[in-house]
């Protein structure tokens, strides 16, 4: 059973060779969300070193392929539930690096006003929902979001992630199964990073190859390259297909590295460095690069200008973030209640 | 590595030496004439309150696993298991006390059914959140790995149990720390009104084994000997430091839910057919073919049998209930306290 | 005598119980090769080896249950939630299964179940509950909470030797902040005994976990107005000191009850029911709360700020109280 799964690893790194065409501006965007994934990521950790963050700093340094090729395969009208190392998600919906620089800075004007840190933000009108930090929660929260769209008879998908942590817990098994069952239109990504803070996951489940648990739930199954970010792209849009074909739901383990801590505080001394070291060489965006260019779909001006871009949007949302004020004491009892 | 072939297992099969088979075809018969009792009379007759769980049709399952446990092996039975309480040494007074809620029975009357368990003689108990004791039996075989005398733990759960969480993680804990622990999971088709394509979307479910990384399959849980085979093998990977099993035991649940229950959801041509496939009726075919037993022996079993329960039912109906007080005794275990009742 | 901050003291306490007795083990994430979250059981994987100091996938509902069942065979488990938040993943194996075994059908369930608790350090609404009366209120479990390092390593102590299953609340924000003269020896510190922090004779300010700290710092405050304050430590939950509580309300007659917890179904309820019950010939003055607001705790400062119960609070409250 298993050996079929394989097969998709020897995936040709290339162009999706599909239905699934991207145009050269679509090329473009992913190739912007994931500079920008990245300059937030940075920006974020330097103004943690400055004292100017408050609470931890979670990374997603070389994982954005993931975050955005996920997001970018969704639709407008798709719902995302994005989890602490997808900002690069949030960021193809439509929230700005202000937005996490604020949220991360516990200002006013952040999307929470203060009130939850870090990526714990959502906007149901950009069909993005918030996590919690108890993991796996997620899933059965967007299995049921998908059962919504299906007794609306609505086109929507829903997409959510877990780590390979995330797949030992209890709403992990109960929201998958429950979307198995009743063939719910929900994609899961297991964004396998290798680690769940300090536990290798060697020592967080017997069998690592987390897409062998889609047979255990009856659903279709994927494992991919995660820092490919055409073939995350991919992996999803055949996932969203079938589940809008009422094919139900899809696992889709996207492997990668966690490329740093588990936060900025911890310095991660327990990963091996050559791990480090080896998945460095398998940089996500240094891979797009090298695919764009040699496919000549990425002119060296075109380059500059999503860099410059990048920068702009950066430099302004900065700006904008260290002046928001702190929020006001009194909001902090308005109302609990809707 | 996952999934033994059902074929496969047939070659295989070791037969019991022909104690062991009498002994299963006791406790099969004791089994289904106590809980006929529990269930068909006691309970229409008012004389217990509450709910009555028995096991009807899927007697194989307990009865072939729990009867090749040794001391210092654990098992976790679940409601629809009565023999494996007969099995570990309980008395049918201890079972009788305590479903009639008496004052000297295993739990003085202050949980019903069969919750009720002992840890010396390796028996622990449901709670009514189903799937909770897999967490549980990781603990046990965590410890027995630790001692390294070579014991294994058992924990049954239904085809319905196998959507909660914590059966999920506790297979993934018994596979990643590679623990002595056997999940058998009683398919008898129904999760209350549920059927099983409403539970899960897998044909099999041992087909969730390999994905935690542990051997799983599929049996005919109403062949008593193949449920002692599967078992065997299982515990013999245990017993040897190889870790968890699955054992899917498909068979059917030839009662409502309860007793309350009448299932009248459930197709009536799914019991009729079942019916043709009792295992207790199986065995003793079986047995009669194998001349381990002829028409009178039975009878003699059966008389035997009818004996041993009346006596208890008796013995049970005549003991008194508890005082109301004792209600706010003994939350707290207090000064080294190991509480057991007294029992029979 | 050395002096050891509220987080050495847990850890000294823990390292001690297990020298002492081979029954003890810890299950908890990250707690071995990383030493924990907060470094409570740093040093432990390389003393005791992983057999005894074992790291656990993210599965809280089976590493209680895992607990529950070790201790059924003999065992004494002591469970680490990373965040005492994170312990309703796994609610029901506490609650359904730890607290009602014995009660039920006989055998002790010898665990503990700590963690840190408590907000104060910006860690947002997942990372700063104090979620102690959803123990407090399942009869069968024990609920302790302590304040200063010296009780902390002796409560730990006597929470693993007891024969129930303890939920064990450190407070983090206390963590690295108090420090203490903490005896090198073994010694235990009884649970259900309050302790008197300060005497007083005007109001009693009766507490548990930070907030004892915070009672002592308007105190401080208050008796340089003339205001006598006495400030009980309540050290224990489930049980607490009835007896305590009432003997200070006797003395001063007038009560101010002080927590961290959110106000409805907060301790202070129960203690003020009991209070009216059994001392309200003795009180001179309507009974007092100080608590945080209901709401979840938020994560900006001034908004964790605002949510806090703090010294000019509980100030205030006296002042008002003292005026009666």
Redesign the interface.
């Known amino acids: 059973m298993r050996a079929s799964f394989r097969q998709l690893e020897t995936r040709r790194a290339g162009l999706p060779d599909k239905a699934v065409k991207l145009t050269r501006d679509q090329y473009h965007d992913l190739y912007y969300y994931l500079r920008l994934n990245r300059r937030v990521d940075e920006q974020l950790t330097s103004l943690y070193r400055q004292g100017k963050v408050?609470?931890g700093v979670y990374s997603s340094l070389g994982q954005e392929g993931i975050s955005v090729g996920t997001a970018y395969a969704l639709g407008p009208d798709d719902v995302v539930g994005i989890m602490i190392r997808n900002a690069g998600a949030m960021l193809v919906r439509g929230f700005r690096p202000r937005d996490l620089f604020m949220q991360y800075m516990?200002?006013?004007d952040g999307p929470?006003?203060?009130?939850?840190?870090n990526t714990?933000f959502g906007d149901l009108k950009r069909g993005v929902i918030a996590p919690?930090?108890?993991?796996?929660e997620l899933v059965p929260l967007l299995a049921g979001v998908a059962l919504a769209a299906r007794i609306r008879r609505q086109q929507r998908v829903a997409l959510t992630y877990v780590g390979d942590?995330?797949t030992?817990?209890?709403p992990f098994h109960e929201g998958l199964n429950l979307a198995a069952v009743l063939k719910l239109p929900l994609i899961l990504i297991a964004e396998n990073n290798g680690w769940?803070?300090?536990?290798p996951i060697e020592?967080?489940?017997a069998n690592t190859h987390l897409v062998d648990r889609a047979q255990a739930y009856g659903i279709a199954g994927a494992a991919i390259d995660g820092n490919n970010v055409v073939e995350v792209y991919e992996a999803t849009s055949e996932a969203a297909e079938r589940a809008r074909k009422g094919g139900g739901p899809t696992l889709i383990e996207a492997r990668t590295m966690r490329m740093k801590g588990h936060a900025e505080h911890d310095d991660a001394r327990?990963v091996p460095k050559e791990l480090i070291e080896k998945w460095r060489k398998r940089d996500p965006i240094v891979a797009y690069e090298k695919l764009l260019t040699k496919e000549r779909l990425l002119t060296a001006e075109e380059k500059a200008e999503v860099e410059g871009r990048v920068e702009k949007v950066i430099r302004e949302d900065l700006e904008f973030a260290e002046a928001s004020p702190?929020?006001?004491?009194?909001?902090?009892?308005q109302p609990?209640w809707a | 590595m996952p999934g033994l072939k059902a074929a496969t297992i047939a070659k295989k099969v070791v037969e019991p030496d022909v104690k062991t088979l009498e002994r299963m075809l006791y406790y099969l018969k004791l089994t289904r004439e106590a809980e006929q009792l529990l269930e068909r009379v006691l309970y229409r007759q008012g004389k217990i309150v509450g709910g009555v769980y028995v096991g009807r049709g899927q007697e194989a399952i307990a009865v072939g696993s729990a009867i090749q446990l040794v001391e210092g092996d654990?098992v976790f039975p679940s409601h629809r298991d009565f023999a494996a309480w007969i099995i570990r040494g309980f008395t049918l007074r201890d079972v009788f006390l305590n479903w009639l809620g008496r004052a000297h029975g295993?739990?003085r009357g202050?949980?019903n059914t069969n919750?009720?368990?002992?840890?010396r003689r390796g028996l622990?108990?449901v709670?009514?959140?189903l799937g909770?004791?897999?967490?549980?039996?990781?603990?046990?075989?965590?410890?027995?790995k630790?001692r390294a005398r070579g014991n294994v733990t058992l924990v049954h759960f239904g085809e319905g149990t196998t959507s909660r969480?914590?059966v999920h993680?506790?297979m993934?804990?018994a596979a990643?720390w590679t623990l002595p622990v056997i999940f058998i999971c009683n398919n008898n088709a129904y999760a209350y009104s549920t059927p099983t394509r409403q539970q899960y979307a897998v044909k099999d479910l041992s087909a969730r084994a390999p994905a935690y990384g542990m051997p799983g399959m599929t049996i005919d849980g109403n062949d008593v000997l193949k449920v002692y085979d599967a078992a065997r093998q299982a515990i013999k990977r245990a017993r040897a430091g190889k870790g968890p099993s699955f054992i899917e035991c498909k068979t059917f649940r030839m009662t409502g839910h309860s007793a309350h229950d009448a299932a009248q959801y459930v197709p009536k041509e799914l019991f009729e057919m079942a019916a043709k496939d009792d295992p207790l009726a199986r065995f003793e075919k079986e047995l009669v073919a194998m001349k381990i037993v002829d028409s009178k022996r039975l009878g003699q079993l059966e008389q035997q049998i009818a004996k041993e329960i009346d006596e208890a039912v008796a013995f049970a109906e005549s003991s008194s209930l508890p005082e109301g007080a004792d209600a706010v005794k003994?939350?707290?275990?207090?000064a080294?306290?190991?509480?057991?009742?007294t029992g029979v | 005598m050395p002096v050891l901050t509220h987080l050495e003291a847990v850890r000294q306490g823990i390292w001690e119980e297990m020298e002492r007795d081979p029954s003890v083990f810890l299950l908890g994430?990250?707690i071995g090769?990383?030493g924990g979250?907060f470094k409570v059981t740093q040093g432990m994987l390389e003393k005791f080896g992983a057999?005894r100091v074992i790291?656990?996938?993210?599965?809280e509902?089976?590493?209680?249950?895992?607990?529950?069942?070790?201790?059924?065979?003999?065992?004494r488990?002591v469970v680490e939630m990373q965040?005492m938040?994170?312990i309703?993943?796994g609610f029901?194996?506490i609650v359904?299964?730890a607290a009602?075994m014995?009660?039920?059908?006989?055998?002790?369930?010898?665990i503990v179940i700590r963690g840190p608790s408590g907000a104060g350090v910006?860690?947002?609404?997942?990372?700063s509950q104090s979620n102690e009366m959803w123990f407090v209120h399942t009869?069968?479990l024990?609920v302790v909470v302590p304040a200063t390092a010296y009780d902390a390593k002796g409560l730990i102590k006597a929470s693993i030797r007891d024969?129930?299953p303890v939920i064990f609340y450190e407070h983090k924000f206390l963590y690295r902040r108090i420090k203490d003269d903490v005896p090198e020896e073994d010694y235990l510190v009884p649970i259900g005994k309050a302790r008197i922090a300060r005497e007083g004779t005007d109001i009693a300010v009766i507490t548990y976990g930070a907030m004892v700290w915070t009672a002592l710092e308007a105190a401080q405050e208050l008796e340089k107005e003339g205001i006598s304050v006495e400030v009980i430590d309540l050290r224990s939950l489930v049980p607490y000191d009835e007896e305590a509580v009432l003997s200070s309300v006797r003395k001063c007659s007038k009560v101010i009850l002080l927590h961290e917890d959110t106000r409805i179904g907060g301790f202070a309820g129960e203690l003020a029911a009991v209070i009216s019950e059994k001392a309200f010939e003795d009180l001179d003055g309507p009974i007092f709360r100080v608590t945080a607001?209901?709401?979840?705790v938020?994560?900006?400062?001034?908004?964790?700020?605002?949510?806090l119960p703090n010294a000019q609070r509980v100030i205030d409250a006296a002042r008002r109280l003292a005026a009666y």
């Not at chain 2, 080294?336 to 009742?341: H, L």
């Not at chain 3, 790291?55 to 599965?59: A, L």
């Open positions: 408050v609470g516990a200002r006013r929470t006003g203060g009130r939850d840190a714990h919690i930090s108890m993991l796996g942590g995330s030992s817990t209890t769940a803070y300090s536990t020592k967080q489940t327990y702190f929020p006001a004491p009194e909001t902090e009892t609990v | 654990v295993p739990t202050r949980e919750h009720f368990g002992d840890v622990i108990p709670i009514s959140p909770d004791t897999c967490p549980l039996a990781c603990g046990t075989a965590l410890v027995q630790q969480g914590d993680e506790a993934n804990l990643v003994g939350v707290y275990c207090e080294g306290c190991v509480w057991q009742a | 994430e990250d090769v990383y979250a057999d790291d656990t996938p993210i599965s509902s089976a590493i209680v249950g895992a607990a529950v069942g070790a201790a059924l065979m003999g065992m488990p965040f938040d994170f309703a993943c029901d194996q359904n299964m009602k014995h009660y039920r059908w006989g055998p002790a369930v010898p910006h860690g947002g609404p997942f990372h009869p069968g024990k024969d129930n607001p209901d709401t979840p938020p994560f900006s400062p001034p908004l964790e700020e605002y949510f």
